[in-house]
């Protein structure tokens, strides 16, 4: 009985979903040491804002807002996320929570579109 207990609640707990920034733990210390090479490139910033728009508002909203699809992205999450850790979910993603890995972009597009969400915390 209590083990059928413990693997319900096993169940539930994970088709609930992952709370608010509990991916940052899962990133390797390699990438939470990570800094934005293009951090203080204005043309970055521009180019990430283009980029935002073409592969992520239509899940997190044209000016990163949120919508139903997706949360929102001006928010302490991302905010208080490093660089790097924001390149690793860039990169895998988080299928559970429907978040697509990005990896097929090449690595500056991904630093590009960090540094435009950066830029309007």
Do not use: Y
Request: hydrophobic fraction near 40%; include cysteine; charged fraction near 15%.
């Amino acid at each position: 009985m209590k083990r059928s207990l413990l693997v319900l609640l096993m169940t539930v707990s994970c088709l609930a979903g992952e709370p608010s920034g509990s991916w940052e733990p899962k990133v390797p210390l390699s990438f939470r040491a990570l800094d934005n090479p293009l951090s203080s490139d204005p043309n970055a910033t521009r180019a990430g804002a283009k980029l935002f728009q073409h592969h992520c508002s239509a899940c997190h909203g044209q000016n990163a807002q949120g919508i139903e699809k997706a949360r929102a992205l001006r928010s302490p999450v991302v905010s208080d996320a490093s660089p790097g850790s924001l390149f690793w979910l860039l990169r895998n993603g988080i299928l559970r929570r429907g978040m697509p890995a990005w990896s097929h972009l090449p690595a500056e597009q991904r630093w590009q579109i960090i540094t435009w969400l950066k830029s309007i915390q």
